[in-house]
């Protein structure tokens, strides 16, 4: 997407936003939404900060991507860590075998697909940093493809969700009363929610049993919009099958990658190709931010 002076709507409003907040003191701009004369000056000192030829005030491919490499560090400097991977896993620290400069992801990203907002940006980032840690993936084809189906699937949102219409007009939609471990009755509806949208009641049982061993996504659905716990269900069920049967492995593997193919993992062929063009792109994204080797 190409915006200057003149231009109006979301994306000013985007660009606008992130100049504000990596700057200190913020820099003049024209009223959110509207790209001014304040706003070209801005980007234009912008542009030859980071040596971006010519520096015209027009923002395109290279001002974002030089804007979502910005942001990445950001990010990633607000939400410090240890360098190699960790996961804890009961006592245990075990070592995740993909690492990723969340810098250079974001700016390929975002000079491929344009910037994304506050919260889409951090989504996404914390997103990567679960791929990070995760000891049970060690192929980036994987990682791209759960990457793919989130952006579908959480419609570029890139947070966990609920389903639309939660679940109006179908019986998980409608809400039942159980009875939970610790002696209460609650009343909830276990319409889809997460980031592949987890449903019905014995789908939240069984993850919450495998995950936790008790009930607790059974009595509180809603955590299942919690980042860390909509990763976890997502990267349980799509390795081991829980959703359709068919899992990553089934079409990922060795010197086999059927992206297409691959979709059948959460709901038969819908927008398979598309999601499909989605994996690559981000399978060349990730291998170009590696740490190290790619596999």
Not at 68 to 85: C, D, F, R
Not at 176 to 186: E, L
Not at 272 to 284: F, S
Request: aromatic share 10%.
């Amino acid at each position: 997407m190409i915006i200057k002076r003149g231009s109006r709507g979301r994306a000013v409003k985007t660009l606008q936003h992130w100049f504000r907040r990596l700057n200190q003191p913020p820099p003049a701009l024209d009223s959110l939404g509207t790209f001014g004369p304040q706003t070209e000056a801005a980007v234009m000192q912008f542009q030859a900060a980071h040596r971006i030829t010519p520096a015209n005030g027009v923002v395109g491919p290279s001002t974002w991507a030089a804007l979502g490499n910005v942001i990445g560090t950001y990010i990633w400097l607000k939400e410090p860590g240890p360098a190699e991977s960790l996961v804890r896993l009961g006592t245990d620290i075990v070592l995740g075998s993909l690492t990723f400069r969340h810098d250079k992801f974001m700016a390929d990203y975002m000079g491929t697909y344009g910037v994304l907002n506050d919260s889409a940006a951090h989504g996404l980032s914390i997103l990567l940093r679960f791929i990070d840690r995760d000891p049970q993936i060690s192929d980036v084809r994987w990682a791209a493809y759960m990457l793919a189906t989130v952006k579908h699937e959480c419609a570029d949102t890139w947070q966990p969700i609920e389903e639309y219409g939660k679940g109006a007009g179908y019986a998980y939609g409608n809400a039942v009363t159980v009875m939970g471990s610790d002696g209460q009755n609650y009343s909830n509806a276990y319409y889809g929610r997460g980031y592949v949208q987890l449903t019905w009641k014995k789908n939240y049982k069984t993850m919450s049993d495998i995950l936790y061993g008790d009930d607790r996504l059974v009595l509180h659905p809603e955590l299942v919009l919690e980042p860390d716990v909509a990763y976890k269900i997502m990267s349980h069920g799509m390795r081991n099958g829980s959703f359709t049967l068919k899992s990553l492995s089934d079409y990922i593997k060795d010197g086999n990658c059927n992206y297409v193919n691959a979709r059948r993992i959460i709901n038969g062929m819908d927008e398979a190709t598309r999601i499909a063009a989605y994996a690559k792109e981000l399978e060349r994204m990730l291998r170009a931010s590696r740490y190290g080797l790619s596999k």
